[in-house]
């Protein structure tokens, strides 16, 4: 592809991208205090985080190679049904495949997006400058204001986004204690631009699952589970949206209902996200959660060193310390 074809294709995906520039928390005081920057301030550093993801596919050797190919993930187990890929030999995305699985209908709860956290934007822009090499479609590209964030689907429809955090001195937190997110038009080409256009050889050392993004059926229900069930904290709003974190991260979960307003339960022989698994660093935030899960009588499963259960909306959810 030469230069001027991948600036065309970057004009071409941006085109299509048109960001809606509405700003989350709206009603929010809009007197900003900035918080002191802690330490640590990486996403999988909080007490709490987003560790693996695991989805049910249909073609298994084709969807394991685009992972591979596409997004840079490498092998790190082979299993009687799938295959685990990862980066730097940590598991991130498991893939399993079942004969009878059904697909998915699109308003069904389950997946959204997994969230790919690059190290740095260089790395972003490496990654960015390979699929535009390799022609793969965008769905969306955005700035958040604390993120910069691309967004694309697998070949069965599971949705994918890649991005880089801005340092959190940078972060805005509003005075309810959220912070201030956005989703205003990213400057791809910029990013292109600036990336080093030497032989990419997969995901970077360091690059980690950031936050999922899940479709559920019910806000109120999430605020619920994911807030005063789990412990996290509430940081950010948007119509039909909820963004939830730990350490005060922007969001290590995200639910909407943007398509699966008032469905019912995700049955389990379908294709998509089976389940996804939250590591806490604090043993203590893990006690509670699964105190709080025994006072609803919610069934929890012990499981090696973690243990299991079924969300609200029929997701599996690994606990893990």
Do not use: C
Request: hydrophobic share 40%.
């Amino acid at each position: 592809m030469t230069d001027l074809d991948r600036r065309d294709f970057l004009k071409a995906s941006a085109a299509a991208i048109a960001a809606t520039g509405i700003t989350t928390n709206a009603s929010a005081e809009s007197t900003a205090m900035t918080e002191p920057t802690p330490a640590p301030t990486h996403a999988i550093q909080m007490p709490a985080f987003v560790d693996h993801s695991h989805l049910i596919v249909r073609d298994l050797p084709m969807i394991s190679s685009w992972y591979q190919q596409i997004m840079g993930l490498k092998p790190v187990e082979k299993t009687a049904s799938g295959e685990v890929l990862g980066v730097d030999g940590h598991p991130l995305l498991t893939l399993t495949t079942e004969g009878d699985a059904a697909i998915a209908p699109r308003n069904a709860p389950g997946l959204f997006h997994t969230a790919f956290l690059m190290p740095d934007r260089t790395e972003l822009g490496r990654w960015l400058a390979h699929i535009a090499h390799n022609n793969v479609p965008l769905q969306g590209a955005s700035d958040h204001l604390v993120s910069e964030a691309i967004y694309l689907g697998d070949p069965e429809g599971n949705g994918i986004e890649v991005y880089r955090d801005r340092p959190r001195a940078e972060w805005e937190y509003l005075q309810d204690g959220m912070v201030k997110m956005a989703t205003l038009p990213l400057d791809l080409q910029a990013i292109y631009d600036e990336a080093p256009k030497d032989k990419w050889d997969g995901m970077a050392d360091g690059t980690a699952i950031g936050h999922i993004h899940l479709q559920v059926s019910n806000i109120p229900e999430a605020n619920s589970f994911f807030r005063d069930v789990l412990g996290l904290d509430l940081m950010a709003t948007y119509p039909g949206a909820s963004f939830f974190s730990s350490g005060k991260y922007h969001h290590h979960i995200g639910a909407n209902i943007w398509n699966s307003r008032g469905a019912p339960k995700r049955q389990a022989n379908m294709t998509g996200l089976s389940d996804y698994t939250i590591r806490f660093n604090d043993p203590v935030k893990l006690q509670s959660a699964l105190a709080a899960l025994e006072k609803l009588e919610i069934p929890v499963t012990r499981s090696g060193e973690g243990y299991s259960l079924v969300d609200p909306w029929g997701i599996g959810l690994k606990l893990e310390a």
